[in-house]
């Protein structure tokens, strides 16, 4: 007796083993099925709202632009030739140089050339090098048939992907399975706007329709990559499109109530000297308000949700209306320190303005406030407050109602 009961003792533990191994397997096919289905509906919906983004579009080349005469090449410096420090009237510096430059890519790698930088022409901010520097090279033909080259900028690119590389492994290290979810969003929404938002202005289409398009589908690549086709995603989808409208409607209003042409920024004077054809400057400042402010309703709203979601967990007898007033009591403390997050990102890239109106002893503050382009920072800032404001207790309500019940 005793025997036969540890024979069936042994074929239990075999078939239990077996069980288990097939347990693991079972686990592991399923969630590699999961990110398959994650990147399915990621593609379909990248297919069935954007289909262009998925088919980068050649500029048709044409045989009557000329050739142009000034050609820009990557060197690096080998040789300081001669140096010289010259003193300006305000009592700033200035360092002029006469440096060897070896090319380093293309057609004029390997040749050596001299930038002639010593001179009695003052030029704002320029290049200072040392040997072993990596330089932009400008080269540009003489009326008498020589070439002049002129060191235009740095060479940056290698200490920007390094840069990018080590954000990607710490995200992925610290992160995780979401860390590396969240490289792949940041990815999808890099390629929706280079090669989809930007080339569809570039057409002529309306910048503020193409906005919306594109906010919309960078929405759903990140949230169902991220969470799946659940009730979490859609509750989560539904309240920034619901929040990003109403910052829309706001912008659109009090754009046209100021009067805001779009026009003020030095970035669209040299834009119109580049395009051959009329955009839209006011639906492009409202498209740069709308994508600004995507990024934050993005934090703030999934931020809510996902502390619903905990005190829903931690505990489920909680009524609708005590975990709509719990999860508000947290997104009150978010909406003070992100409000402030998107006024200093504005302020912070208006701060060379700011110090330029300021300076001028003739100005009052309302002069200041008045002038467009300081205009069009509050316009910005105030109009995407407000509809981060409004997000808070638009996602926790939802989510207080919707995500109620476990099931």
Request: proline share 2%; with cysteine.
């Amino acid at each position: 007796m005793y025997t036969n009961a540890k024979i069936a003792f042994r074929q239990y533990y075999k078939v239990l083993n077996g069980v288990a191994t097939r347990g693991r397997f079972l686990l592991c096919w399923m969630c590699i099925m999961e990110i398959m289905k994650k990147l399915i509906i990621t593609i379909s919906l990248l297919m069935i709202f954007f289909p262009v983004l998925l088919f980068a579009q050649e500029p048709a080349e044409s045989s009557d632009q000329p050739i142009a005469d000034e050609q820009v090449f990557e060197a690096k410096a080998v040789q300081i030739l001669e140096e010289k420090t010259i003193e300006r009237e305000d009592g700033s510096t200035e360092i002029q140089q006469n440096v060897k430059l070896r090319g380093t890519k293309g057609e004029w790698k390997d040749k050596e050339v001299i930038y002639y930088g010593i001179g009695d022409i003052d030029v704002f901010q320029k290049t200072s090098v040392k040997k072993g520097d990596k330089v932009i090279v400008s080269a540009s033909s003489l009326p008498d048939g020589e070439m002049a080259f002129y060191i235009i900028d740095y060479v940056r690119t290698g200490y920007i992907y390094f840069l990018a590389a080590l954000f990607a492994l710490l995200t992925a290290w610290v992160g995780r399975g979401k860390g590396i979810k969240s490289i792949l969003s940041l990815i999808i929404t890099f390629l929706i706007i280079m090669l989809g938002i930007i080339p569809f202005i570039l057409k002529g289409y309306s910048p503020l329709l193409v906005s919306i398009v594109g906010s919309t589908i960078i929405l759903a690549s990140i949230i169902y990559l991220t969470w799946g086709w659940t009730k979490k995603s859609h509750v989560a989808m539904f309240s920034i499109v619901l929040s990003l409208f109403i910052t829309s409607i706001i912008s659109i209003i009090f754009s046209f109530l100021t009067k805001l042409s779009g026009t003020a920024s030095e970035e669209v004077l040299f834009l119109m000297g580049q395009i051959d054809f009329s955009i839209n400057f006011q639906g492009l400042l409202l498209a740069g308000i709308i994508l600004g402010t995507l990024g934050v309703l993005d934090d703030v709203v999934i931020s809510q949700i996902s502390t619903v979601e905990e005190l829903r967990s931690a505990n489920d007898k909680l009524t609708t209306y005590e975990l709509y007033k719990k999860g508000l009591n947290v997104g009150v403390d978010h909406i003070s320190s992100m409000t402030n997050t998107l006024f200093l990102a504005y302020a912070g890239a208006s701060l060379p303005l700011l110090l330029l109106f300021t300076t001028n002893e003739n100005s009052s503050f309302g002069q200041i406030v008045n002038n467009e382009m300081i205009a069009t920072e509050i316009v910005r800032t105030l109009a995407g407050s407000i509809g981060l404001i409004l997000a808070v207790p638009i996602a926790t309500v939802l989510a207080a109602r919707y995500l109620k019940n476990k099931n």
